[in-house]
């Protein structure tokens, strides 16, 4: 980690999905510039998502990164072997990587998302119980993109079609199981204790032992991105689909509303922030 930016002054948190990918096709292009800005500068880009380990695996290739990333809501954060870090507890070392794990695992959660199937039969359909095809269907991904979107180690994403109090009665069930529900661009997930703004401190955490004048920014568009865009110093909410922002989030100290949807607003709103920091 430490060993490519020597004097890292800002480390930038994203998420992918409706924010720096294009909420339909997927594209980056839109954001190029400003990526080029950032490995141009050597600041850390962290990938914060919902995606699974495998896919962040495919857009890292893609968006040649090689930092450390956060998968499924902040359910692991995955540092290269190759990155010094402090001596940290509950670090784990596994597929290349060094593993802080936060969140469930996934067959314990799928034993949870049963008894919620049995409450609401039909009305709720997880990943779990959707074949690939059916999940690119849902999702726009490619058949191969959605293979790895269901390697699932932390979360279940689902769809619900309950009506407005068979909501309340899913979440009163969720928090009486002791676990979380959030909700992305296209699904709800279930997941542990876990969440995006936990992993960020803890990456933030250690990149401030080191340099403790570290400044963070973070950019999301969805209500998943609420706790990470609460724990930065510079919050930016891009525009979803259609032009607005997600209404669920605000009352941020410092918020900024980007001028654009998904990567376009990431592009102009990062131009204009690492602009005024120099």
């Keep these: 980690m430490y060993q490519k930016t020597k004097k890292p002054q800002i480390i930038i948190f994203t998420d992918l999905d409706g924010t720096l990918l294009d909420y339909q096709n997927y594209s980056f292009d839109a954001a190029q510039k400003a990526l080029k800005k950032i490995k141009?500068?050597?600041?850390?880009?962290?990938?914060c998502t919902s995606k699974t380990r495998a896919e962040i695996e495919l857009w890292r290739k893609r968006l040649n990164n090689n930092d450390a990333f956060i998968s499924e809501?902040?359910?692991?954060?995955?540092?290269?072997?190759?990155d010094i870090l402090p001596n940290l507890p509950k670090v784990i070392e596994k597929n290349g990587y060094k593993i802080i794990e936060l969140g469930i695992h996934y067959s314990e959660l799928l034993i949870m998302f049963r008894r919620l199937k049995d409450i609401f039969g039909k009305k709720i359909r997880g990943f779990s119980e959707m074949e690939v095809d059916e999940i690119a269907h849902l999702t726009g991904l490619s058949r191969d993109e959605a293979e790895l979107?269901?390697?699932r180690e932390y979360t279940e994403p689902f769809l619900f079609t309950g009506n407005e109090n068979e909501m309340k009665i899913l979440e009163k069930n969720i928090d009486r199981?002791?676990?979380?529900?959030?909700?992305?661009?296209?699904?709800?997930h279930l997941l542990g204790d876990n969440d995006k703004g936990k992993a960020l401190?803890?990456?933030?955490?250690?990149?401030?032992?080191?340099?403790?004048?570290l400044k963070t920014i973070a950019l999301g568009d969805s209500y998943?991105?609420?706790?990470?865009?609460?724990?930065?110093?510079?919050?930016?909410?891009?525009?979803?689909?259609?032009?607005?922002?997600d209404e669920r989030i605000k009352n941020i100290p410092n918020l900024i509303r980007a001028s654009g949807i998904?990567?376009?607003?990431?592009n102009k709103a990062l131009l204009e922030v690492l602009e005024m920091r120099g």
């Design 40 to 47: 141009d500068s050597q600041i850390p880009l962290i990938i």
């Design 73 to 82: 809501n902040g359910g692991a954060i995955f540092f290269p072997k190759m």
């Design 149 to 151: 979107a269901k390697r």
């Design 177 to 188: 199981m002791k676990l979380k529900l959030t909700q992305g661009g296209r699904f709800f």
């Design 201 to 213: 401190i803890i990456v933030s955490e250690i990149y401030k032992k080191k340099f403790p004048q």
């Design 224 to 245: 998943n991105d609420l706790p990470m865009l609460q724990k930065v110093d510079i919050p930016i909410l891009v525009q979803k689909i259609g032009g607005g922002f």
């Design 262 to 266: 998904g990567p376009e607003g990431w």
